[in-house]
Structure formats: C-alpha cells, structure tokens
C-alpha cells in the first residue's frame, strides 16, 4: 500500500470511489500473479457489483474465472496491464482497459533513451519480466527499438523476488554493471526497479551520465534520480487515471450497461528537464 511508484493510482481509485459514492475494497499483491488470481477468487466470493484486475497472470490464467464472475453479473474491468483477448470477449459486458499499450510505452522509453546519444554498437540491458504474457511487452518493445537501433542488447529477467522487492534487484544490477565495463544504457519498464538504478550506479562507481538510463513511473527515488541526472527518462504512464477510470468504467457498465472503454495512457516521457513543474503533483498523489 502507498507504494511511491503506484501512489497515484491509489488516489485516483479513491477520488473517483468518492465522486460517485463506491464502496472501493483495494488489495495488494505485491506485483505476485499467482497472489493476484487468489484475490480475485476472495473478491468474486463477497459478490460485488464490479471488480478491477491487473493482467499481470494472463487471460489463460483470468479466463474462466472471469467468465465465472460475469455469468454471476459481476462486471469485470482491467487496468495497468492488458489483456487483449479477455477484453474482446468480455468488453460487451464491460470490461474495459485503462493503461499504456506495453510495447508502445516501451518504444517510447527506448527512443527517449536513445535521444540521449547513443549510436549503433553500444552495449545495453533491458531488466524485465519478458516472461510474463502480455505484461512483458513493455520490455520487448524497448529492447526491440534499441536493437533497431543499431544497440547490443541483453534481456535479463526480473525474479518473482525481485519483482516483489525491488531491493534485492541492487546488488544483482550493481554486479552486472560491474561484470560489463563497456555498459551504455540500462532500461526497464518496472516501477520499482527503477527507483532503485540511482542506487544502484552509485554502488558501482558510475557518476550521472556514464550509463544511460530509461525507466518507468515517478517514485520519490525516482525522482531524486531525475533530478540528480542519474535518470535519464522515465515513462509517464498517468497512474492517477489508471486509478479513476476503471471505477468510473464500474459505475457506467453496471449502472447504464455501457461497454468497456478503452484509455491508452502512455502519454510521454519525464526527463531532468521537465521533472521540476510536476514535484508537487507528485508529492499529492495525483502525477
């Protein structure tokens, strides 16, 4: 809960579970697919009007209990991370999707990354969960436009620990920057993880700018890493709308049976240079 990567998603829930008078239950599964599967079972089984889910586990993983919840009039929302065929099938009854298209929100990320001056040879790493269906587009798509463009790139995957713990990822990346000298950028499109690069560059020697850095959302260390140069872009992906749309999708399917909506919230890029006007929105939980 109040996690400085996921902040504003939480108020956006809240804010909009207050305009149109929700009783909103959150639960946290600390990003564990499995852990998410079981709280959608909990949730199915105390019979709400609606429940929002994350497609982190997949549509193979979500389908039947799904299709279990909407055959009980249970509308069923997705935010964060799709999943496309889920969404097709159930979008009739209200299943709707507020988040960035991954593999775009990649690509933008790599190509701001690449607006930083690297050139075709450069070695980079792109630290993510490619395993995991659809929510491991966000990574393909960033390290698909650096090989385009020209980079050597190595996929390393993030463990379910790591993914739970950004913390236990330092020492790991300290390791890797270390175990390859001629390292020019780092990428990732996981929160966490990119809270933690300042610190990790910092324990492997590197001042700002030695490594180029791309990472995802706006957490407190986040932003100290923008500001201190060791960033040097991140993916705003408007966790506040990814919060408030998916209750307002809620009340407009199971009050007046609209259809799922679909919002791409892959809006840009914060860099060093434009982290400064958007401090104190971030500080209240809305940016």
Request: one cysteine or more; charged letters at 20%.
């Amino acid at each position: 809960p109040g996690d400085g990567a996921t902040l504003a998603r939480q108020t956006g829930a809240a804010q909009a579970a207050e305009a149109f008078g929700v009783d909103l239950k959150e639960q946290f599964s600390a990003w564990a697919p499995e852990t998410m599967i079981n709280q959608f079972k909990e949730a199915v089984a105390a019979k709400p009007d609606c429940i929002e889910i994350m497609g982190h586990p997949g549509g193979t993983a979500f389908h039947d209990l799904v299709k279990d919840a909407v055959d009980q009039g249970i509308v069923v929302t997705v935010g964060n991370s799709p999943m496309t065929e889920l969404q097709a099938e159930f979008g009739p009854m209200g299943m709707g999707y507020a988040g960035v298209d991954l593999y775009a929100g990649g690509t933008l990320t790599a190509n701001a990354m690449l607006g930083q001056g690297l050139k075709s040879g450069d070695e980079a790493m792109v630290y993510g969960v490619f395993s995991q269906a659809e929510r491991g587009q966000s990574e393909k798509g960033l390290a698909d436009t650096l090989e385009k463009a020209g980079l050597t790139v190595d996929r390393l995957e993030i463990t379910q620990e790591a993914n739970s713990d950004a913390s236990l990822a330092v020492p790991v990346l300290a390791a890797y920057i270390q175990a390859h000298p001629n390292l020019k950028a780092i990428g990732t499109q996981h929160g966490g993880i990119t809270s933690v690069l300042a610190e990790v560059l910092k324990k492997a020697g590197k001042k700002p700018g030695d490594i180029v850095v791309g990472g995802i959302d706006l957490a407190p260390a986040t932003i100290d890493g923008l500001e201190s140069g060791y960033v040097s872009a991140t993916l705003d992906q408007l966790l506040y709308l990814q919060g408030f749309m998916p209750v307002v999708q809620c009340v407009m399917s199971k009050k007046y049976k609209m259809p799922g909506l679909s919002l791409n919230t892959g809006a840009g890029t914060v860099t060093p240079q434009t982290i400064g006007g958007l401090v104190d929105l971030i500080d209240e939980g809305i940016r």
